[in-house]
């Protein structure tokens, strides 16, 4: 009776487990880079801020190049690619940043982008010289 108890527990335990490690994560992101800006996601602009209508692409989390992508969404700069062509950016979210990088591979001079639902200009040095991005923390 003992060990019959004891294999009852452990495949109660055993089926409390599967059950909590099944539901999926609140935010899905299979469908990032189309072309709509959402939370937690980096949205790289064609234009200034200052622009109120520019095509955009959105990325989630790492993104070793930007060269391999074109602005989705409609407006100035649409098919254009959005490596060395992006001017602002903006995120927003339970993510604290993104970098964006001079470079492809997260290499070169860094900007951190806060994630506060801003679109803001990149710095000069960094205006239409993006290369690639990913939230670091």
Known sequence: MRIGAKL???ALAAGAVAVTTTPASAY???????????AQELCMYYHSAGYSSSSMMDYFDEE????????????????QVVGNNASSAKCWGTRYNYAIFFNS?????????????????????????????????
């Open 8 to 10: 009852a527990g452990l």
């Open 28 to 38: 899905e992101f299979d469908n990032y880079k189309d072309g709509y800006c959402v």
């Open 64 to 79: 070793p190049t930007h060269h391999d992508d074109r602005f989705l969404a409609s407006g100035p700069g649409q098919g």
């Open 105 to 137: 591979n997260f290499t070169g001079q860094r900007h951190n982008h806060t994630c506060d639902g801003v679109r803001r200009d990149t710095p000069g040095w960094l205006q239409n010289n993006n290369a690639s991005s990913y939230e670091p923390f």
